[in-house]
Nanobody
Framework: QVQLVESGGGLVQAGGSLRLSCVAS????????MGWYRQAPGNQRELVAT???????NYADSVKGRFTISRDSAKNTVYLQMNSLKPEDTAVYYC?????????WGQGTQVTVSS
């Protein structure tokens, strides 16, 4: 099993920035993708960004140029730097990892952007 613990959510004004962190622990050998998804009230969970062990990062069109995903493999941590935040970015943000063919999720952290 993989345990994921997110931190860094909160309330910010439009145009502001937040940095989310997610630490993976437990049986982490075999993790090949880390990333972030989000879910706003009444909406389905959607991809925000992913970063594989090798290869290129992937971003939702709605966050390209504003959000940056990064990874510190030595610390088993994935980050999401969110700049120029908009009210429509308000959601619960979930850390995600794929290990072999299995997906694991964090408990979620609330991000609220006020206008």
């Amino acid at each position: 099993q993989v345990q994921l613990v997110e931190s860094g959510g909160g309330l910010v004004q439009a145009g502001g920035s937040l940095r989310l962190s997610c630490v993976a622990s437990g049986s982490i050998f075999g993790i090949n993708v880390m990333g972030w998804y989000r879910q706003a009230p009444g909406n389905q969970r959607e991809l925000v960004a992913t970063i594989p062990n090798r290869g290129t990062t992937n971003y939702a069109d709605s966050v390209k140029g504003r959000f940056t995903i990064s990874r510190d493999s030595a610390k088993n941590t994935v980050y999401l730097q969110m700049n120029s935040l908009k009210p429509e970015d308000t959601a619960v943000y979930y850390c995600y990892v794929r290990k072999w063919q299995n997906d694991y999720w964090g408990q979620g952290t609330q991000v609220t952007v006020s206008s």
